[in-house]
């Protein structure tokens, strides 16, 4: 069974970092192309960017709103990924969502709650 | 503004067909592939239609999606209680280089 289980969000002050990470198991991490997706607070779904596998460049890519302050990484070994954010501002307040795609079915965390907020 | 347009909100009686539109664009639902997403109330989004029409295990067959030119469409027949949620399409765009969401739309079982 594929699981996804974000962690490490909380209250930051703006301006301010976090790392996001996401535990993956039940599936060939490596193999699989991985999204980041926010939600604010009664609003709908955004995407933040995505990390292609390895074997297809290990490439990044990143929405407009966080390019230049968010970075997406992988670690196929712990089959981890994370979401550096820095310099962060009150409108990326959001539930931050990890996907994976596994044979063009993308599977959903839980998501973790991050709140920039003095 | 999202990238991909949908109507706010949508209603129907148990037991109705209901459709829900996906406007897009050339760069995006035109030449890449839509997918559909089910978000029950407090709960994390589900996959229900990939590939434009393709459903994964486990989603029922009351679920349908087309796609034509550029716009692409959800169905659902049969409708029932617990299919009160927000319907999200989404789609690639090549212009953007970034996944383009639809606003989402509500779907109220009167």
């Known amino acids: 069974e594929v699981q996804l289980m974000e962690s490490g969000g909380g209250l930051v002050e703006p301006g301010g970092s976090l790392r996001l990470s996401c535990a993956a198991s039940?599936?060939?991490?490596?193999?699989?192309?991985i999204n980041w997706v926010r939600q604010a607070p009664g609003k709908g779904l955004e995407w933040v960017g995505r990390i292609k596998s390895k074997t297809d460049g290990g490439t990044t890519d990143y929405a407009t709103p966080v390019k230049g302050r968010f970075t997406i990484s992988r670690d196929d070994l712990r089959s981890t990924l994370y979401l550096q954010m820095n310099s962060l501002q009150t409108e990326d307040t959001a539930v931050y969502y990890c996907?994976?795609?596994?044979?063009?079915?993308?599977?959903w965390g839980q998501g973790t709650l991050v709140t920039v907020s003095s | 503004q999202s990238v991909l347009t949908q109507p706010p909100s949508a209603s129907g009686t148990p037991g109705q067909r209901v459709t829900i539109s996906c406007s897009g664009s050339?760069?995006?639902?035109?030449?890449?592939?839509v997918n559909w997403y089910q978000q029950l109330p407090g709960t994390a989004p589900k996959l229900l239609i990939y590939?434009?029409?393709q459903r994964p295990s486990g989603v029922p067959d009351r679920f349908s999606g087309s796609k034509s030119g550029t716009s692409a469409s959800l169905a659902i027949s049969g409708l029932r209680s617990e299919d009160e949620a927000d319907y999200y399409c989404a789609a690639w765009d090549d212009s953007l280089s970034g996944r383009a969401f639809g606003g989402g739309t509500k779907l109220t079982v009167l």
């Open positions: 050339s760069s995006n639902i035109g030449s890449n592939y």
């Open positions: 996907t994976a795609v596994v044979r063009d079915i993308d599977y």
């Open positions: 590939r434009n029409n």
């Open positions: 039940g599936f060939t991490f490596s193999n699989a192309w």
